[in-house]
């Protein structure tokens, strides 16, 4: 690293953040013990403002460490041979999710922040992986296993761990608390001074750090530089929104929250200036955008709406509520991005349709994606009603037909829902379930008890190769069609993450949006038939620049008259270019 000739100015934006969260504490002290703890104090770099670390070439991947399996291999083995063979054309950025020794939710109940699971592989393989990929990994900060060795420490009064966990009193009134489960909040454990209760928000084996004590803070500041010493360029920010608790407040997206975002951004970009912070938010649309902070919390944030409004559109067969939210979505300033996706190792969100969707409409879909196999998992509101909080079922079954049943549109249906995404302002991320076009995992529901578990499958590496080898096989078709769609959305600069985007009007059967480069060189027409019937659009209602040529991105054809009309078939794509 570069020495830098003003420490002060870094210690400076810290403890300007840390006042914020710790105004009883020591926070000069703090901020150094931060900068220390982060090997700042030995030289840093300076990030540059609004710097966009991606573009257009930029592909995510989501994988658990073990979803490709070989009896005879480390699965973190067989993961870095398959993408090495298999995905170097497609991504650039790879998600692992938690491959730290856990003892349940797959992963994000994290025994050992500083362990690779030994049934995973080793540190040397997570390297490995980093000298080839963007490596992302899971922070996972809000919440740790209640079977960590800093928990056992926590009950027995010992450090580290001693003060690291909330504690509530069992008579808190914990009704405005917003919650992603009904499970109970306070759970009793015996320590060596009795009788206590801990926070759990998302489970009894999941209990909540607390991050009043700045202990914690700087603990998670060794945790980050571990992972970048290991390669990790890319930090998803787990379940962050709950971080900090407040009695008698809701306990999600309050300022201290915010205020220790901008600190972990800080530390982590000033040590790594092309590292990417990102925040993992299943929350409404309008509470989701808070998270880019002014450009200075978030460099991406998961844009939650886009699965579940983009599988109401395409079973409906009506893009109304699409555009309407599209429309409302701001640019993000350079320097800030959409983390694009469709399906991820979670179920589909159904609180970010908040406001976008009525009440009606999302029971619809509930009932739709029921008929395809889907289980329903359920919150608890203030009121102490249940509510469906999340849809688990793979994405492939989610639009294996429309509202009126199963049809012989999923290949063509799936393909459209991944061919708009690719083209939207933001970078796209692959569930890798999605490029094999993976189906329901039902037995695995049944064995786990994790309604989850329908989309975690894991397939045994060989029986997976034979099948996308197969011509016949819906994998097959899946994984090459959209290995081409990705192949062509990396050679065009209308497709960088920060290219302007503007709403298309053609009714609600067909979608589209515009797209432009940031040197405006070349626009790219986007338009997609998303129902189950044939559409025609005329392309002087598109208003094509009569002196370019033009030509459809997809299948390769040249547009030779502007005055025609194109018939689109169910689910067909176009992107419509002036730049080969």
């Known amino acids: ?44 770099k300076e990030p540059a403002p609004h710097q966009n670390n991606w573009d257009e070439q930029d592909i995510a991947v989501i994988t658990y460490a073990d979803t490709l399996l070989d009896v005879n291999k480390k699965p973190l ?43 995973h592989g080793d540190w040397a393989d997570i390297k490995a992986i980093s000298n080839d990929f963007k490596l992302m990994s899971d922070l996972v900060l809000n919440h740790m296993s209640a079977r960590s060795w800093w928990f056992d420490n926590f009950k027995n009064g010992l450090a580290p761990g001693k003060g690291y966990f909330y504690e509530a009193e069992q008579d808190l009134d914990t009704s405005k608390v917003v919650r992603p489960r009904t499970s109970p909040l306070l759970n009793e454990v015996e320590t060596v001074d009795g009788k206590r209760y801990v926070w759990c928000t998302f489970s009894p084996d999941q209990v909540d750090l607390n991050f009043a004590n700045p202990e914690v803070l700087v603990e998670f500041a060794n945790i980050i530089l571990q992972y ?34 901008k600190v972990l951004r800080v530390l982590i970009e000033h040590h790594s200036p092309d590292a990417i912070v990102i925040t993992e938010t299943n929350v409404p649309n309008r509470e989701n955008l808070t998270y880019f902070g002014n450009g200075n919390e978030a460099h991406m944030i998961y844009n939650f709406s886009l699965p579940p ?82 849809i688990n079922i793979s994405l492939f079954d989610a639009l294996k037909g429309n509202v009126d049943g199963p049809d012989t549109h999923q290949i063509q249906r799936f393909i459209c829902a991944h061919t708009i995404m690719l083209a939207l302002e933001g970078v796209p991320a692959f569930y890798i379930h999605s490029l094999f076009g993976t189906e329901n995992d039902i037995d695995r529901v049944e064995n786990t008890g994790n309604n989850r578990s329908i989309n975690r499958a894991k397939w045994d590496i060989n029986t997976l190769l034979n099948q996308l080898g197969d011509k016949a096989s819906h994998h097959h078709q899946v994984f090459n069609a959209l290995k081409n769609r990705i192949t062509i959305r990396k050679q065009q600069k209308a497709f960088h993450p920060n290219a302007t985007q503007f709403t298309l009007h053609f009714g609600t059967e067909i979608f589209g949006f515009w797209r432009q480069s940031i040197d405006r060189q070349q626009s790219i027409f986007c338009i997609y038939n998303i129902s189950n019937k044939m559409q025609i659009i005329l392309l002087i209602d598109i208003n094509l620049i009569g002196t370019d040529q033009w030509v459809d991105l997809i299948t390769g054809n040249k547009i030779e008259d502007l005055k025609q009309q194109i018939t689109l078939k169910p689910y067909e794509n176009l992107w419509l270019s002036n730049v080969k």
């Open 77 to 119: 083995t067989v993961l870095h041979q398959f993408a090495k063979d298999y995905l170097a054309d497609v991504m650039s950025i790879l998600h692992i999710l938690p491959f730290f020794p856990y003892s349940s939710d797959d992963g994000f109940s994290v025994i050992d922040y500083l362990a690779v699971n030994e049934s």
């Open 228 to 261: 970048l010493q290991h390669g990790v360029k890319v930090f998803r920010l787990d379940a962050v929104a709950f971080l900090w608790k407040a009695p008698g407040t809701s306990c999600i997206h309050l300022q201290e929250t915010h205020e220790i975002i």
């Open 1 to 44: 690293m570069t020495q830098h000739n003003s420490a002060n100015e870094l210690h400076h934006k810290l403890v300007i953040h840390l006042e914020k969260v710790y105004p009883a504490e020591q926070v000069e002290a703090l901020a150094q013990s931060l900068i220390s703890t982060m090997q700042l104090d030995k030289g840093y």
């Open 309 to 390: 409004l983009l599988i109401y559109t395409l079973i409906t067969g009506n893009c109304r509520h699409l555009k309407s939210w599209i429309m409302s979505m701001p640019p993000a300033q350079n320097g800030t991005t959409y983390f694009n996706f469709i399906a991820s190792h979670d179920g589909v969100g159904l609180r970010p349709l908040d406001g976008l969707l009525s009440d009606e409409e999302k029971q619809h879909m509930v009932e739709t994606m029921q008929q395809f196999g889907a289980k329903v998992s359920y919150r608890r509101t203030e009121e102490g009603e249940d509510k469906p909080y999340e």
